[in-house]
């Protein structure tokens, strides 16, 4: 058996080393960037903007102060921790403006609330601020007892503000995680009854490009209420679904004047074969001269836009 040169031995261990120190580090995982840090909650500041004053006083600051902070709290959009340990992380403070009214008849009152929440960060740069600017009123009604203190009217007035406070987090907190969180909590709140909600859901769709959620928009098409079947619509013309088209055609009532004014330029901004032959058929059929000009018209700038899309022919 030959000898080995160990200088052969050394000079590949040195290559091999070499080759090690180069791949090692290019194969490491690139660090994951850390999250903004959540916001801190600084101050809560309650001023009561009921015209005339307080008629009668109506809310404890103190009691709405702490019980308005835990609820943001509870919320997870803020850190635990206070101003003094904030550090570089963004401070953001409440303002909260209250109105309120009593009106009594005999022995039934009702206790009217407006409140305003305007929370805003004292660095606006800082990763990871909040700000927002909420309205909402409630009532609720209580019965006049005879000898009722003051007290106890005010504690009512406490509850009516915080809840609709509350009502006005909740529903902050709501459209945040569909604008920013998974897609399930878009597509749960897209398939649910309806309500305010669900036309947040129907803009997000849009907005943040969902495409695999299209087949439901496609169904609110035919939704009984208007202006749902305006904003699903709207969302399917930003994703460019052409399935729209056909949905389109298919549902709406040649006779239905106003949903023909419509969705005639919303075919033609969707474009492709199908809407150019429904257009085609509209301007050529339709017996009402307005729409036979306005398909015509519209498929001329789909024809229009989608020959300067093609470019120059060879």
């Known amino acids: 058996m030959p000898a080995i040169d160990p200088g052969i031995g050394l000079g590949l261990g040195l290559t091999l080393a070499v080759a090690l120190g180069v791949w090692l ?3 490491r ?3 994951t960037p850390a999250a903004p840090a959540k916001p801190v909650l600084g101050t809560i500041v309650l001023r009561d903007v009921t015209p005339g004053g307080h008629t009668p006083p109506s809310f404890d600051g103190a009691f709405l ?3 308005l902070r835990e609820r943001l709290l509870g919320t997870a959009m803020f850190s635990f921790g206070t101003v003094a340990d904030a550090g570089t992380s963004p401070v953001n403070d409440l303002q909260v403006q209250i109105a309120t009214e009593a009106i009594e008849v005999g022995a039934k009152g009702e206790a009217h609330a407006r409140v305003r929440l305007r929370l805003d960060g004292r ?10 600017d909420l309205a909402g009123e409630g009532t609720e009604r209580y019965a006049i007892l005879p000898g009722r203190p003051g007290s106890a009217l005010a504690a009512i007035f406490d509850g009516l503000v ?3 406070a509350g009502d006005l987090v909740d529903g902050f907190v709501a459209h945040r995680r569909l604008r920013d969180g998974p897609v399930a909590a878009v597509h749960a709140a897209l398939a649910a009854d309806g309500g305010e909600l669900r036309d947040e859901a129907i803009r997000t769709v849009g907005e943040r490009k969902l495409r695999e959620e299209a087949p439901l928009l496609l169904r609110l098409l035919s939704d009984p209420d208007e202006n749902t079947r305006d904003a699903a619509l709207g969302a399917l013309i930003e994703l460019g679904d052409r399935r729209a088209v056909t949905e389109l055609a298919r549902t709406r ?3 239905d004047r106003h949903e023909m004014r419509k969705i005639i330029e919303a075919i033609a901004i969707l474009g492709g074969q199908e809407a150019d032959e429904y257009l085609s058929f509209v301007a050529a059929t339709h017996d009402d001269d307005e729409i036979r000009a306005a398909a015509g018209a519209a498929r001329a700038r789909l024809q229009r836009r989608e020959g300067d899309l093609a470019g120059p022919a060879p």
């Open 162 to 164: 915080l809840r609709v």
């Open 65 to 67: 102060e702490h019980a």
């Open 25 to 27: 580090p290019a194969c």
């Open 253 to 255: 009532s040649l006779r």
């Open 29 to 31: 995982r690139k660090p």
């Open 123 to 132: 660095s606006n740069e800082a990763p990871g601020g909040l700000s927002f």
